[in-house]
């Protein structure tokens, strides 16, 4: 089992650092800052400074995870050992592609994003189980190394995650709709709601409470997240604009809403009765691996379990 | 204690009648559809016909709750008999004030709107404890019949809802804001993501889950509540537009989105911060009181318990 170097112990890395721990492997971390270092340590965690943790990366091959804030992933990138096998946590995948084929293009890459989170953050926020279930999306470029792809997947499994296989623009696209616009539209809301005083949000209810909770979130981690996925944001911004403003039209115009409703309302059937219906096999040593694990993931596919080089996938 | 007749046993009038019931009152209803009179009478019920309804709600000088969906309001108000007590609980009041008084301005009304529901319909769907804690809308209008004023606190008191006094206008615009804008950002939100596609709707998570949520009820409600909304709902879209153009606008050219994120957060702990701090109390025999009570309403309070014609009020 390979050993795990996770550098940044923040909420996604400690999560990860614990979850391989729990599953047997030989961990360590580092972390720049002094808070999370003491309290991973107090819960038995090895946490070493930067230049001995990659260190040991090396001499011990390990696969090492940067789970530091994209403006800090250039630094770690600087310090890493001649062909690190190296993966991310990063939010954005784009950005960090273009990082590590400018600064450390010597490094065995393979990117990654767990989808799992609170609006807590640090150490103290991390568990074990926080992946359990949830998409791990793993970037199978066609320059990918299959051995470091083999390591990721096994690392998010190991973390009883599901692994999501895709491309740098397809991840940052599909973010963009499903996670950085819902943020954008929330803080919109919230901030049209409070436009209507106090009247209004003593009517809060349901509606008004989901549609604007994820504005609570901490506002420097949602502005660095939105403002690190530019381009497809402002895609996905461009087609709520266009569906909003038409919508305003259809209401100034015939009074009527039902294209507005209708299609959303069926966006939302078809979220709650997606189920992972086929099982199939994948041979991840096959010539086009690469590319049938991208078509997995544009289906909705998610791989879940590992048996050799044979991946067991499921898609709706 | 005023008998109460419950016009419409849909979730929110069943909803009414079963509270009602519960609190002591002498209870009966009407309804056009023959399985919710069924489901009602099996459940101990007394459901008559609309004409039986209403002349016995003139009989008993009861007050008279329409809680039929808008298209339907005018058909049971050219029934009612002359002065009778009057209130209803439909979602946007401008339009049933203007019925009321083209229809029926002999009846003496009061309008009222509980914030309580559930994506559920029918009788089936509805709960002798829905409003407990909710707030319900009652318009204080200067032309208010002061006797039904207190028949309609009374009956929401006995419900266990909270009274938020206001005036119809300043009523349809915040619900524009804080339920019907909602459900239409939710609608676009749910169709952006689809637009995604299977990749997208794979990696949803919190954010989109949370955003598109009420995008799952049903939409003849949901085009019904919002269209009936018109005027007020396209200042609210008109609000969301400029506010999310602004942040296309800003992280297009500068990149970044600091002024939406930071806005939308702290409006956000705001909402969560809210509190009733201050109790008050009010006569609601006072000469200026329906002036004292969409005070009260603006600033966020509710009366929460009377007292003979002593109101007691909370305010944030």
């Known amino acids: 089992m390979r050993s795990v170097c996770v550098i940044g112990l923040g909420l996604i890395g400690g999560s990860v650092l614990r979850a391989a721990a729990a599953a047997g492997r030989v ?7 002094r808070a999370d270092a003491d309290a991973a340590r107090q819960d038995g ?3 070493v400074d930067l230049p001995e943790a ?3 990366a090396r001499v011990r091959d390990a696969l090492v995870v940067v789970a530091v804030p994209l403006p800090a992933v250039e630094e770690v990138l600087r310090a890493l050992p001649e062909g690190v096998r190296l993966t991310d946590v990063v939010s954005v995948k784009g950005p960090v592609v273009d990082l590590v084929r400018r600064v450390a293009p010597h490094a065995r890459y393979v990117g990654g994003h767990p989808m799992a989170g609170s609006s807590s953050s640090g150490w103290a926020a991390g568990r074990a189980d926080l992946f359990e279930d949830a998409a791990w999306v793993v970037t199978a470029e066609d320059d ?3 051995d470091v792809l083999v390591d990721v997947i096994k690392l998010a499994l190991a973390a009883k995650a599901h692994v999501v296989p895709t491309a740098a623009p397809e991840h940052d696209a599909a973010v963009a709709r499903i996670s950085h616009l819902p943020h954008l539209m929330a803080a919109v809301l919230a901030s049209v709601g409070a436009d209507g005083g106090p009247l209004a949000l003593s009517l809060a209810a349901g509606s008004f409470g989901d549609g604007t909770r994820v504005a609570g979130s901490r506002p420097e981690l949602v502005r660095a997240m939105c403002e690190g996925n530019r381009g497809a944001l402002l895609e996905a911004v461009d087609d709520a604009l ?4 038409a919508a305003r039209g259809s209401l100034a115009s015939t009074g ?3 294209k507005t409703i209708d299609a959303g309302h069926a966006a939302r059937v078809a979220l709650d009765n997606r189920s992972a219906r ?4 994948m041979d991840l040593t096959a010539p086009d691996a690469l590319r049938a694990l991208r078509d997995l993931g544009a289906r909705g596919g998610r791989i ?12 709706p």
């Open 144 to 146: 990918a190394d299959p």
């Open 242 to 245: 266009g569906r909003l403003g």
């Open 278 to 281: 086929t099982d199939l096999t």
């Open 304 to 315: 879940v379990a590992l048996d050799g080089s044979t991946a067991l996938a499921r898609t």
């Open 256 to 258: 009527g809403l039902a």
């Open 54 to 56: 990659l260190d040991r």
């Open 45 to 47: 965690h090895d946490v």
């Open 27 to 33: 961990t360590w971390g580092a972390t720049a800052s």
